[in-house]
């Protein structure tokens, strides 16, 4: 029987500098989207990578004194090392550089000519080279500072060149078509109102061609212009499906069943890139989810300010399981959010090391001591413990249901009160004070316990792979015994050998240099 599927995918991240912790954060989230799908049985494709075209690459090579390609070479490459260090499980990195990525470009940009969608005209209006996007004059503003700006806060300067154009304003009625009877098509609700809203007011045709520059992938059948960036970028997606090639073994996870990005670009995902399609006679997404940015204690990042985060340094610091819950349990996927060294160091002690660590470590360091290093004896279950059982077991119910609409903060957070429910138990149950008094019930006490773990940490998994496996280890479970399907059975067996007990989320202790 084949698996449903289930393609994911990030932003693809402007390599004109490093990885920050904006690109991060899409990352991790994303990852663990894509690992929850993974243990609950989908055949999963997962795709990040780099967008390497466009003026802001060229501006910033230029600046260094080398080459856009030597630009993209160099921070591309940091932008894979970051999947590494953030252990995503990515299934495939895009280079928008790579050849097989110019051929789909070319391909759907002759779909949409041969639909009639490309035509030749002239474009005279504002560009934002920072957010490669063109804006109307009147989302731009002039400031005091006698700059005009566009709607993200970026400069815009006045272009004016041929251009192929594409025929967007045909598509405005079509698109509201596909809000109404998709209304999940973009999440969140906000996201989907500003889109709404912005088709309302008119669309006008999308200049797609430039010719001032050439670091780009060539219109097919007139090399003197070069697409412009977003026509490329957004065709990373079916590109890594295979396309043009529909009988590619790859094509079989188009359409994707969602994108995931951050607000700024919605417009780009959700009217853009359906258009495109739509002309090119090519199957929509089925949903595009734009997560909120990150502040560093409230402040927009910039390297201006000297705010800007590394990932590396963040991971090397705090530990990247610690950095992964944090940024997923702390901020509500969808809305901004804000961190802090205080906020992360809290968190993670709080919820990590008392909660979880210590739950696993209390109750494994007692079995190892009393119940000879093996699982103890399951014995009668009375109803506290069934109780604690059954709610390990509907965390999974509430996670899936959370996840279709990717609120992983929701998902996370039924697993985190199980791991507090499961501390009041233990406590309540006293198994210490049982040992002399009850053998038999301390062991079912601690059994108890101990399958509540299991059934935590296997739901871990998606945003702690790292240390989930390791406390899965420590309970002795099998590699093929940590899917979702083995939440609800499979449970620990008593008399199993059990290693010797370790702690597995350390004290984050402030150091005097720490800032
Ligand atoms: O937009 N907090 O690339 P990019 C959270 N190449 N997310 C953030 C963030 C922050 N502070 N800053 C950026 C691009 N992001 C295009 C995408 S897709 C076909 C092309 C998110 O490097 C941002 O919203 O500027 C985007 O989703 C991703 O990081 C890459 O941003």
Not at 431 to 442: E, F, G, I, V, Y
Request: hydrophobic share 40%; glycine share 8%.
């Amino acid at each position: 029987m084949s698996r449903d599927r289930f393609y994911i995918t990030t932003a693809i991240s402007y390599p004109n500098g490093k990885p920050h912790i904006g690109h991060a954060y899409e990352l991790i989230a994303t990852d663990a989207l894509a690992r929850f799908q993974r243990l609950d049985g989908k055949d999963v494709m997962f795709l990040t990578g780099t967008d390497e075209h466009g003026i802001k690459m060229l501006q910033t090579a230029r600046k260094e004194g080398i080459t856009p390609r030597e630009l993209a070479d160099r921070n591309s490459d940091q932008f894979k090392r970051m999947t590494q260090v953030l252990n995503a499980s990515n299934d495939d990195f895009i280079r928008t550089s790579e050849e097989r990525h110019y051929k789909a470009s070319q391909a759907i940009w002759k779909a949409m000519e041969a639909n009639g969608d490309i035509y030749k005209g002239g474009y005279a209006g504002w560009y934002s080279v920072r957010d490669e996007a063109y804006y109307g004059e009147e989302e731009t503003e002039v400031r005091e500072d006698g700059v005009r700006y566009g709607p993200q806060g970026s400069p815009v300067e006045w272009v004016e060149e041929e251009s192929y154009f594409f025929r967007l304003s045909a598509y405005g009625d079509r698109l509201l078509a596909l809000y109404e009877e998709q209304p999940g098509f973009v999440g969140p609700v906000e996201r989907r109102n500003e889109v709404v809203s912005f088709i309302k007011s008119g669309l006008k045709d999308l200049s797609v061609s430039r010719t001032t520059f050439d670091w780009g992938i060539p219109v097919p059948g007139d090399e003197r212009h070069v697409m412009y960036v977003w026509v490329d970028a957004l065709t990373n997606y079916i590109t890594a499906a295979g396309y043009p090639d529909e009988n590619a073994d790859l094509w079989k996870y188009w359409p994707a069943d969602v994108h995931v990005i951050g607000k700024d670009i919605t417009r780009f995902h959700a009217i853009y890139w359906p258009a495109f399609l739509m002309s090119a006679g090519i199957p929509l997404p089925k949903r595009v989810f734009s997560h909120g940015f990150l502040f560093n204690r409230g402040e927009k990042m910039s390297k201006s300010v000297g705010n800007v985060i590394d990932p590396f340094s963040m991971v090397e610091n705090y530990g990247l399981d610690q950095v992964r819950y944090f940024l997923l349990r702390e901020v509500p996927f969808g809305q901004d959010g804000s961190y802090s060294h205080e906020a992360i160091v809290n968190r993670t002690n709080a919820d990590l090391t008392n909660d979880l660590g210590n739950l696993a470590q209390r109750s494994l360091s007692m079995i190892a001591k009393n119940c000879g290093g093996v699982v103890p004896q399951k014995g009668t279950l009375l109803d506290v413990d069934l109780a604690i059982l059954q709610q390990a077991e509907e965390a999974l119910a509430t996670s899936r249901e959370a996840m279709k609409t990717q609120a992983i903060h929701v998902a996370l957070a039924s697993v985190f009160a199980v791991v507090a429910e499961a501390n009041r138990y233990f406590a309540g149950q006293e198994p210490w004070a049982l040992k002399k008094s009850d053998p038999a019930r301390m062991e079912t006490v601690l059994w108890t316990t101990a399958e509540v773990v299991r059934r935590v940490s296997i739901q871990c998994q998606p945003y702690m792979p790292e240390s989930s496996s390791k406390l899965l280890d420590l309970l002795a479970v099998s590699a093929d015994a940590r899917s979702f399907s083995h939440v609800n059975g499979n449970e620990l067996t008593s008399g199993t050998p059990l290693p010797a007990p370790q702690g597995v989320f350390p004290r984050y202790v402030e150091q005097e240099t720490a800032d």
